[in-house]
């Protein structure tokens, strides 16, 4: 009845005040509380008939009329709270918490037949993510990171070999300690040129968990480089979509910087970030991304990069016949070629049955060729017989190649089971630095390296656990060095009779559980 509509809107009206301006509020206050009193004479009243209310002199159409108006003031008011609120909502920074418990059983054999192990390392990594989007078309991303061993690390250990372990490429894969780490800091941008829509991004851009990598990681594919490249980086991209050609189509140009050459503040000489002549030059890298297809089942993803000035230990110094007896210094060895083709099969055939819909197939193959520079011996290292270009080993170039073969299916209990298979040839170089093992990149691996694993969602997405088996064969040396005589590729045998026990065979056992939010 229209007193009930009275009462209602005059409420709800009066309530409203109280989120806008203060002049907005004072006028609709004043209109309310004229009608609530109006409305409370009434009330009193409501059971007596519309003509003797009509003789009290109250006119019930024109308080209606006053509250229809009201209400479409507030129509408009209540649009303009969904604006702000809005706004509000953008102007929050959005986190996330990815943390991961897990145990590890590590085990080594070298040439000789010694053993080594770490049945025991349990270790903690947490990311924290967080993301602001202003608008529609631009987007801040960041994670800040740990990833440390139960309880203390021993300093004299931490960050020894050269520093390797705490590069600026793999700090955030590696075990360190507690303090969070920038893992990833960079702004994308989406905007439309023509019919194109275009993605320009700059920053600690993700380049970690990368296509294919990331099945076996249980993580969305933050770089399309997995089999080549899987390191942290800082650079820019600009990528354009071109779907509307060819279904999933797109292109991409990265560039970025993994080594800046500059003095350090409050230098000795005054010259605060100036080149440095006697350290490394830049090392830089340049990528062309570009995948041809993909319709959501079937997905092809091509990938070609180079790296300017890439770094290794090269033996600068000798006191005897030795070759382990060298002194290494670390320089600039030339530049590294790469270039690799992926396909992806999510899902068998057409709808043949549940199992086959979510089953995935993939098959990688990569190929680097070394380019090297003129480095600095000793006249002892040359007079050994050393090659005076030391990328790799050798002063000429040198082509390597890999291929990499995965599946993966669903099982009784909702998880994911899969096995790998990946191998490595003679000269073969990857950028996998940061891949996540405890062993090493297996994709890196000069041999073959095989590996299964079972993931099983707990709580929903939230809650998940992995029991993951890899295991590598190694055929040369220097897999997982840098791109300098550790790189060098010997036989095991070769390598033996030179007096080393190289590692032949490496496997890892890890079971993690993992919460997400």
């Given at each position: 009845?229209k007193?009930?509509?009275?009462i ?9 005040t109280?989120?806008?301006a203060?002049?907005d509020?004072e006028?609709?206050q ?7 009193n109006?409305?409370?004479e ?6 007596t008939p ?8 109250v ?5 209606v009329?006053k509250v229809?108006?009201?209400e479409k003031?507030q ?7 969904s604006k702000?609120?809005?706004l509000?909502?953008k102007?929050?920074?959005k986190f ?12 080594y054999?070298t040439?000789?037949?010694?053993k080594?192990k770490?049945?025991?390392l ?12 202003p608008t529609?078309t631009m ?5 800040l990171s740990y990833h440390?061993?139960?309880?203390a690390?021993?300093?004299l ?7 390797f372990?705490t590069?600026d490429w793999?700090?955030?894969?590696n ?8 893992r990833e800091?960079?702004?994308?941008w ?7 829509p ?6 600690r ?5 990368g296509f ?9 594919a933050?770089?399309?480089m997995?089999h ?11 990528g354009?979509?071109l779907?509307?050609?060819?279904p999933?189509?797109?292109a991409?140009?990265c560039?970025?910087?993994g ?5 350090a503040r409050f230098?000795q000489?005054?010259?605060?970030y100036a080149?440095?002549g006697d350290n ?6 340049l ?6 297809y993909?319709?959501g ?11 300017y ?7 600068s110094?000798?006191?005897?016949p030795?070759?382990t ?9 030339g530049d590294m ?8 099969v999510?899902?068998i055939g057409?709808?043949i049955n549940?199992?086959l ?6 098959a ?7 380019r090297?520079?003129?480095v600095?011996?000793s006249a002892?290292?040359l007079?050994?017989?050393?090659a005076?270009g030391?990328?790799?080993g ?5 082509s390597?190649?890999?291929y ?11 998880g994911r089971?899969g096995l790998?298979?990946?191998h490595?040839?003679k000269?073969?170089?990857a950028?996998?630095y940061?891949e ?11 041999g ?6 079972w993931?099983?969602p707990?709580?929903?997405?939230a809650?998940?656990m992995?029991i993951?088996?890899?295991y590598?064969k190694y055929?040369y ?13 010997m036989?095991?045998s070769?390598?033996?009779?030179m007096g080393?026990d190289?590692?032949e ?7 993690y559980?993992?919460?997400r939010?």
């Amino acid at each position: 009845m229209k007193m009930n509509k009275i009462i209602t809107l005059s409420t709800v009206a009066f309530l409203s005040t109280t989120l806008y301006a203060q002049t907005d509020v004072e006028i609709l206050q004043e209109q309310v509380r004229a009608l609530m009193n109006k409305v409370a004479e009434l009330e009193k009243t409501q059971s007596t008939p519309a003509a003797t209310i009509n003789n009290n002199g109250v006119d019930i159409e024109a308080l209606v009329t006053k509250v229809d108006k009201i209400e479409k003031k507030q129509a408009k008011q209540t649009k303009k709270l969904s604006k702000v609120n809005a706004l509000a909502a953008k102007d929050n920074l959005k986190f996330n918490v990815d943390f991961r418990t897990s145990y590890d059983n590590i085990q080594y054999t070298t040439a000789s037949g010694k053993k080594y192990k770490n049945d025991g390392l349990y270790s903690n990594r947490l990311w924290l993510g967080m993301g602001y989007a202003p608008t529609d078309t631009m987007t801040f991303k960041g994670q800040l990171s740990y990833h440390k061993a139960f309880g203390a690390s021993n300093a004299l250990q931490r960050g020894s070999e050269h520093g390797f372990d705490t590069f600026d490429w793999v700090t955030n894969e590696n075990l360190t300690n507690d303090s969070l780490k920038v893992r990833e800091a960079y702004w994308l941008w989406t905007p439309t040129l023509g019919d194109f829509p275009l993605t320009i991004s700059v920053g600690r851009r993700p380049a970690t968990n990368g296509f294919l990598v990331n099945l076996r990681d249980d993580d969305k594919a933050k770089s399309p480089m997995g089999h080549l490249i899987n390191m942290e980086f800082d650079g820019a991209s600009i990528g354009v979509k071109l779907d509307k050609y060819v279904p999933g189509m797109l292109a991409k140009l990265c560039i970025g910087r993994g080594l800046t050459n500059a003095n350090a503040r409050f230098n000795q000489e005054g010259l605060d970030y100036a080149e440095d002549g006697d350290n490394l030059d830049n090392v830089d890298m340049l990528g062309l991304i570009f995948k041809p297809y993909d319709d959501g089942q079937y997905s092809i993803m091509t990938k070609y990069y180079r790296g300017y000035n890439v770094p290794g230990m090269v033996w600068s110094d000798q006191t005897g016949p030795n070759p382990t007896d060298a002194v290494y210094t670390m320089q600039n060895t030339g530049d590294m070629d790469g270039a690799g083709i992926s396909f992806k099969v999510d899902g068998i055939g057409d709808e043949i049955n549940d199992f086959l819909d979510e089953t995935i197939l993939f098959a990688s193959y990569a190929w680097s060729q070394s380019r090297p520079d003129e480095v600095e011996r000793s006249a002892g290292v040359l007079a050994s017989g050393m090659a005076p270009g030391a990328m790799l080993g050798s002063d000429e170039k040198q082509s390597g190649t890999s291929y990499w073969l995965g599946l993966q299916t669903p099982n009784l209990t909702g998880g994911r089971f899969g096995l790998e298979y990946n191998h490595g040839s003679k000269y073969w170089r990857a950028f996998t630095y940061g891949e996540d093992t405890m062993i090493g990149s297996k994709l890196a691996a000069r041999g073959d390296a095989y590996e299964a694993y079972w993931t099983q969602p707990i709580i929903d997405d939230a809650f998940s656990m992995q029991i993951r088996y890899t295991y590598i064969k190694y055929d040369y040396t220097g897999s997982n060095a840098f791109f300098g005589d550790g790189g060098t590729p010997m036989s095991m045998s070769e390598a033996t009779a030179m007096g080393m026990d190289p590692v032949e065979k490496a496997q890892d056992l890890r079971i993690y559980f993992r919460y997400r939010y």
